[in-house]
């Protein structure tokens, strides 16, 4: 190896040079992506150009995700492993930060350093929570913390981009590698455009909490669509009582004007869990549901590279307060050897940053796909375990898997449950991956009754129309386009 320099032409580029015979393969490896060099060279010198951006499932090309990618280097034949390049600062390369040391290479959000902490944040926070920057007709969207555009804010953006055609949308992404609707402005998470952006935009839709310092502007209003009808307790029921969490809890709700929830035993669980008291709690069924009535599944498998008569099993288990990674009680490759299955491993949202891709024979790591409604569209079958998509899932008729080997622990110890999910299940609970493979191999026609009761519970206005209905309402109330 004799050089390395970053490039931004057309796109910005890891450039690396070397003596010798051409690599036969050079590569960036992450643990959500990865790219290929081109490579360059007739036996004297060679050049790997290694392009920081990539096109995931289909999608546009774009800057790569937030993270450490490891240079791999492939000699060719018997040549000898090159050394690692002279280091590269830190450097701003248009849509994202990047700094190479030895074979590491970071890549981050294009955000300038001295926002990310100090004296420079506390300024923006101040400015844009005092400010006095008139609203704008915009509406900012976020959801599940800038890491995908997905979930409930998504459908309501469909709806409302047909309904008011020049509409100013703004998207907050962790980074720009997150792909926006059409016609949305990205602003990056801590930029100044940022801030600014949450700042004076008349509407807000979120699905999470608002995180940060952020304080309502008269005329602004906030549409909290939350994210899934609970199972386990959440908020200030909880298991443990701590004081602090409570204040930070009624804090956190007191900054959304209306709350969004599936069906009424999730609204009755929201309006306590969050003390959201005498304010209107909409309840129309999910906007990021309707997919699951009006969708194309054969156009998600052929994102996904899965043959329409193939059979998909999704797994997809919840987040562990414990861990910050997905749990590992599955062993996907052998269940999908053993059933015949592609399986496509969903994480959740709070551990795509810290985790890595699942990999094997007929296994899809799906946790970076930008949204799980997709998925569910596209699958023949789901296990989970106590994850909220169970109660998204049965829109769809299709059967459900719970396995959940550490039942007594997380009931118990971790989080508690609203109601007995063993008394209600609209299917199997199995502890073994071997229950599990020989569940999926039979018959749950003894669990019609359960799913039937189920989807009358939680799935009674899941018609394909949920965001249609919350949009009328922004629109009647004057949240936004008056």
Not at 135 to 150: D, T
Not at 376 to 403: E, I, N, Q
Not at 447 to 462: G, K, S, T, V
Request: glycine share 8%; with cysteine; charged share 25%.
């Amino acid at each position: 190896m004799t050089t390395a320099e970053w490039t931004t032409g057309s796109a910005p580029a890891l450039v690396l040079r070397g003596t010798g015979a051409r690599p036969e393969r050079v590569e960036l490896v992450g643990a959500r992506a990865r790219v290929a060099a081109t490579l360059t060279g007739r036996g004297k010198t060679w050049t790997a150009t290694l392009t920081l951006s990539a096109s995931r499932w289909g999608g546009p090309v774009l800057p790569l995700p937030s993270g450490r990618y490891r240079v791999h280097v492939e000699p060719a034949g018997s040549a000898e492993n090159p050394e690692a390049p002279e280091p590269l600062a830190l450097s701003q390369l248009g849509p994202l930060r990047a700094a190479l040391n030895g074979w590491e290479l970071e890549i981050g959000p294009p955000v300038d350093p001295a926002y990310d902490a100090g004296e420079a944040r506390g300024a923006l926070e101040r400015r844009y929570a005092t400010g006095r920057e008139p609203l704008e007709e915009a509406v900012f969207f976020e959801s599940f913390y800038g890491r995908n555009a997905s979930c409930n804010p998504l459908a309501i953006d469909r709806v409302l981009r047909e309904r008011i055609p020049g509409l100013v949308r703004y998207w907050s992404v962790v980074d720009l590698s997150v792909d926006v609707p059409e016609g949305a402005i990205p602003v990056v998470e801590g930029s100044p455009d940022w801030w600014r952006a949450r700042a004076v935009s008349r509407l807000l839709v979120v699905n999470d909490w608002m995180r940060r310092r952020y304080v309502r502007r008269p005329g602004q209003r906030v549409v909290q669509t939350w994210h899934g009808t609970p199972l386990k307790r959440l908020a200030l029921h909880r298991p443990g009582f701590d004081p602090r969490r409570a204040v930070a809890v009624v804090r956190e709700s007191r900054r959304w004007d209306v709350l969004l929830a599936q069906n009424p035993y999730a609204a009755s669980i929201l309006r306590r869990a969050y003390a959201f008291g005498r304010r209107p709690i909409w309840v129309e069924g999910y906007p990021r549901n309707d997919v699951l009535r009006t969708g194309d599944a054969a156009g998600v498998r052929a994102r996904l590279g899965i043959g329409e008569d193939e059979r998909v099993i999704l797994y997809a288990p919840t987040w562990r307060d414990d861990r910050e990674q997905i749990v590992d009680f599955l062993d996907a490759e052998r269940l999908a050897a053993d059933t015949g299955a592609v399986v496509l491993v969903r994480g959740h949202s709070r551990t795509l940053l810290p985790g890595r891709d699942a990999e094997g024979a007929r296994v899809v790591d799906v946790t970076g796909f930008p949204d799980t409604a997709q998925l569910l569209l596209a699958a023949d079958a789901l296990v989970t375990d106590y994850s909220s998509v169970m109660f998204d899932f049965t829109v769809t008729g299709k059967p459900v898997y719970f396995f959940v080997p550490d039942l007594e622990d997380y009931r118990g110890r971790l989080r508690g449950f609203y109601f007995d999910l063993a008394q209600r299940a609209p299917g199997p609970l199995v502890r073994t991956q071997e229950e599990l493979t020989r569940a999926l191999a039979q018959d749950t026609a003894a669990y019609a009754d359960r799913y039937a009761a189920w989807q009358r519970a939680f799935n009674a206005r899941e018609d394909g129309h949920a965001a249609e209905r919350v949009v009328a309402r922004i629109l009647d109330q004057g949240l936004i386009g008056g």
